[in-house]
């Protein structure tokens, strides 16, 4: 730990007085407009030589400075600063981005209207104190001094006594000096998280974004999750099955490899848009679209189970989205049919295709010892639980008294309204 005495010149104080610093810089250009404001109103007053014109100009300035810290690009600047240079707590994080509501704006002009301000005072006293310790530290040591005009050229300034206190006198003007700026960059490092930190909106806005990338990313798992875990089912029910009758019936094996292939081909194209998506910026909500219900024939012949379709009404009017969706949850289906359900038994697909809804229906006959069904259903039926009710829909899914297992979906084919903010 850094002693006491040595804290008002440690590094964490020399970047805070580094800070101010700069304030007492920025606030220089309005500075000069006020000693402007200051000739007009008092035109015999000299800022530069008289204290009150000093300390009006000085009252003109912060006002100016504060109506330019409205704008919104103003706050990513002063973020930047202190994050810098103000050796803030990590517990205590700022606000990112432009200041966009009105009160982060108001809260930033506040900011930078102290961090000027307060770094107007330190400057001033560090241009002004640190020469004059010097030389009154200096005294004993170089005569010339002592007959200075810049000093009166007092004969006091001979006496012994004089001599031998100037020296600590000096020295204790710069640690009080040290001290100003230690107290004024902490006082600034105090404000910083309240004045800069994020306001109610800015952690509503990062919690929607943060919830907007969560869903994009569960979206993703669930396109990974039904491309490749369908694609997996049917490619182990194909080769258990061409293992059984590799010697028996060749042809039947020919064609097990053939499907093989054609599903891993798919599958491996499948994979590679969705793993795009990671590489790109924007929610991928277009790109994840992928099949519809117009190339459902292609998934029932290729699932590796005997499939008894109904449709009523045309699935190729289903709007893009409803069919993509409607799609991915008859895959779930037929994959969870392939792992759970009754070998060679045949599976019931019924699609209806209503002025407002679209209804999927499909049952598989349970096995002499059903699966076990976690609570909540597994990652399977939780994602064609969450397509449903992202379009406003619903899901059941469960066992049936006639020996079945159902797998039941309503659509609207229309996304419901969104309610006003």
Known sequence: MTPLILRPVGRRARLRW????????????????????????????????SLSAQFSAFGYALPMAAVTALLPTARPLSVATARA????????????GPATSRQARVRSAAWFTLHVGLGGIISGMTLAL????????ALPFVPALRASPALGARPALDHTWVLAVAPPAGAAMLLALAGCAAAAGALLANRAPVLLGPTPDDRLAAAERRAGELAVRNRLARELHDSVGHALSAVTLQAGAARRVLDSDPGFVREALTAIEETTRRTVGELDAVLGLLRQDGDGSDALAGPGLDVL???????????????DGDPGTVPGPVSAEAYRIVQEGLSNAVRHGVPGSPVRLRIGVGPRELAIVLDSALPPRPPVVRPGGGRGLTGVAERALLLGGATEAGPRDDGVWRLAARLPLR????EPR
């Open 18 to 49: 580094l800070h101010l610093i700069i304030g007492g810089a920025l606030l220089m250009p309005y500075f000069l407009v006020g000693t402007v404001v200051v000739g007009l109103y008092a035109p015999g007053a000299n800022p530069f030589t």
């Open 85 to 96: 240079l103000c050796g803030l707590a990590p517990d205590r994080p700022l606000a990112d």
């Open 297 to 311: 024939g292609g998934l029932l012949a290729r699932c590796g189970v005997p499939v008894r379709y109904e449709a």
């Open 415 to 418: 996304p419901p309204a969104k």
């Open 130 to 137: 640190v020469p004059f310790a010097v030389c009154v530290m």
